[in-house]
């Protein structure tokens, strides 16, 4: 398994900015697909955008598409989501999360095995 631990969580206003690190604790964190996941309260975990290995083949949820970039710098071990045009309903606590492949579809929080303890974000309106 991977250690992740996340940052850059905090509070903005609607319309604002945010940048999310997730910085893993192995070497082989090349290998591994990252995903961020997030989770307001009441409601159940849901997926927010992944990246591959290759920095080529990204997914995102509808609600974030044209808002969000996920990144990753394999040299340092460290995936990033841009949050941009943030809205209240963004917020929750996110959690950064790796495994080893992309299921076509949705990804479920089943398909990852190592998981960090989470950042939270609140957009006022």
């Known amino acids: 398994q991977v250690q992740l631990v996340e940052s850059g969580g905090g509070l903005v206003q609607a319309g604002g900015s945010l940048r999310l690190s997730c910085a893993a604790s192995r070497r082989t964190f090349s290998s591994y697909v990252m995903a961020w996941f997030r989770q307001a309260p009441g409601k159940e975990r849901e997926f927010v955008a992944a990246i591959k290995w290759s920095s080529v083949t990204t997914s995102y949820a509808d609600s974030v598409k044209g808002r969000f970039t996920l990144s990753r710098d394999n040299a340092k071990n460290t995936a990033y989501l841009q949050m941009n045009s943030l809205k209240p309903e963004d917020t929750a606590v996110y959690y950064c999360?790796?495994?080893?492949?992309?299921?076509?579809?949705?990804?479920?929080?089943?398909?990852?095995?190592?998981w960090g303890r989470g950042t939270q974000v609140t957009v006022s309106s």
């Open positions: 999360a790796a495994g080893l492949e992309l299921r076509a579809g949705v990804p479920s929080p089943r398909d990852f095995g190592s």
